[in-house]
């Protein structure tokens, strides 16, 4: 049969929405994961036992479970509990916190890393722990893991065709819904291909941009 693109043009509306909801589902989960990862961390290695060992339960989950289970759970298994959630946000949510315990990690590691000299030298100054740990040794610590954290951005991006599985009308769904109409797969996974890497290329610019920005603060 061979390709033909011809068919494109006529269903591009439908790919450029597709696009646009998977750009708003990655950029939403993405600052979701990068405050939850935050969150987690600081419960993780300051909070009380009786805080810390649920969290820590949570983690455990989302780490060792497939995403893919996970956003069913949220999606259909909150419903028996009486909570119904749209699609997007659960999609949302779903992505967001899986990502938030591998952003954890990194984030736990790096404020270890910080000297324990800043921490004291906070105290000496009048701040309590908190304001400690909220103005002198998370952002020293974040600016440390933004290039990992970044390419779990970039993860993100790619683990967020998932949710089509939910009914969230994102890019790989929106292309599917085109080849049920054309019967022409090859031709629309490919510009569906094409359509992120370019949102990809978009997310390594930020990310190169805020590397920079924080190489010239230092």
Same mark, same amino acid.
């Not at 649920?54 to 995403?67: A, D, H, K, Q, S």
């Not at 790619?158 to 769904?173: F, M």
């Given at each position: 049969?061979?390709? +033909?693109? @011809?068919?494109v043009?006529a269903?591009? +509306? /439908?790919?450029l929405?597709?696009c646009? *909801?998977?750009i708003a589902? =990655?950029?939403?989960? =993405?600052?979701? !994961?990068f405050f ?10 300051y909070?009380?036992? /009786?805080? %810390? &060992?649920p969290?820590r339960?949570? #983690?455990w989950v989302?780490m060792g479970?497939p995403l893919?289970l996970q ?6 298994g909150l $419903?028996?509990i009486?909570?119904? &959630?749209p ?5 949302i949510i779903?992505?967001g ?5 591998y952003?954890?990690e ?5 404020? &270890?890393? /910080? +000297?324990?000299?800043q921490? #004291? ?7 309590s722990?908190g304001q400690?740990? %909220?103005?002198?040794?998370?952002p020293?610590?974040v600016r440390?893991?933004i290039p990992?954290?970044?390419?779990n951005?970039i993860?993100?991006?790619k ?5 089509s599985?939910?009914? /969230? !009308?994102e890019?790989t769904? !929106?292309?599917?819904?085109a080849?049920?109409?054309t019967y022409?797969?090859? #031709?629309?996974?490919? $510009?569906a291909?094409a359509?992120y890497?370019v949102?990809?290329?978009g997310?390594? *610019?930020v990310?190169?941009?805020?590397e920079?920005?924080?190489a010239? @603060?230092?």
């Amino acid at each position: 049969m061979g390709l +033909d693109f @011809s068919v494109v043009p006529a269903h591009l +509306d /439908v790919i450029l929405l597709g696009c646009l *909801w998977t750009i708003a589902i =990655a950029v939403a989960a =993405a600052v979701l !994961s990068f405050f939850g990862g935050i969150v987690f961390a600081v419960i993780a290695l300051y909070a009380p036992a /009786v805080i %810390r &060992l649920p969290f820590r339960l949570i #983690e455990w989950v989302f780490m060792g479970t497939p995403l893919l289970l996970q956003l069913f759970l949220i999606y259909f298994g909150l $419903v028996q509990i009486g909570i119904d &959630l749209p699609a997007f946000v659960a999609g949302i949510i779903g992505l967001g916190l899986h990502f938030a315990v591998y952003n954890s990690e990194l984030i736990q590691t790096a404020i &270890l890393s /910080v +000297d324990k000299g800043q921490m #004291e030298a906070a105290r000496t100054v009048g701040l309590s722990r908190g304001q400690a740990l %909220r103005k002198v040794v998370i952002p020293q610590a974040v600016r440390d893991v933004i290039p990992p954290i970044g390419n779990n951005m970039i993860a993100l991006l790619k683990d967020s065709a998932l949710v089509s599985v939910i009914g /969230v !009308s994102e890019l790989t769904l !929106s292309a599917q819904r085109a080849i049920g109409a054309t019967y022409r797969p090859f #031709e629309f996974y490919l $510009v569906a291909a094409a359509f992120y890497y370019v949102i990809n290329l978009g997310m390594e *610019w930020v990310q190169r941009r805020i590397e920079r920005r924080i190489a010239i @603060s230092r």
